[in-house]
């Protein structure tokens, strides 16, 4: 059974950090492409960054400078550092595994909340 836990999300004033982390079981975790999405009330989930089986690496250009995405394959985890945060980038953030060849929508976590404050 896969499994996607996020983790680090919370409150911080514009101008801040956090660091979000996918922890993945179920999965063989190197094989997948790995992605950061978020959903704002009201608004469409979106893509923010992707980092592929090989650590190439996409960014949304609303975060690029910003945010980096990064994994380890030893701890089955997918992280991402969020700098100089605004509160545009309020928003749930979900990670997402999509094997590598596959077509379909790959596996969600459950999303982990960040609130950005002026």
């Known amino acids: 059974q896969v499994q996607l836990v996020e983790s680090g999300g919370g409150s911080v004033q514009a101008g801040g950090s956090l660091r979000l982390s996918c922890a993945a079981s179920?999965?063989?975790?190197?094989?997948?492409?790995m992605h950061w999405y978020r959903q704002a009330p009201g608004k469409q989930r979106e893509l923010v960054a992707r980092i592929t089986s090989g650590g190439n690496t996409n960014y949304a250009d609303s975060v690029k400078g910003r945010f980096t995405v990064s994994r380890d394959n030893v701890k089955n985890t997918v992280y991402l550092q969020m700098n100089s945060l605004e509160p545009e980038d309020t928003a749930t953030y979900y990670c997402?595994?999509?094997?590598?060849?596959?077509?379909?929508?790959?596996?969600w976590g459950q999303g982990t909340q960040v609130t950005v404050s002026s």
């Open positions: 179920g999965i063989i975790f190197s094989i997948n492409h």
């Open positions: 997402n595994a999509r094997r590598v060849g596959s077509i379909g929508s790959g596996s």
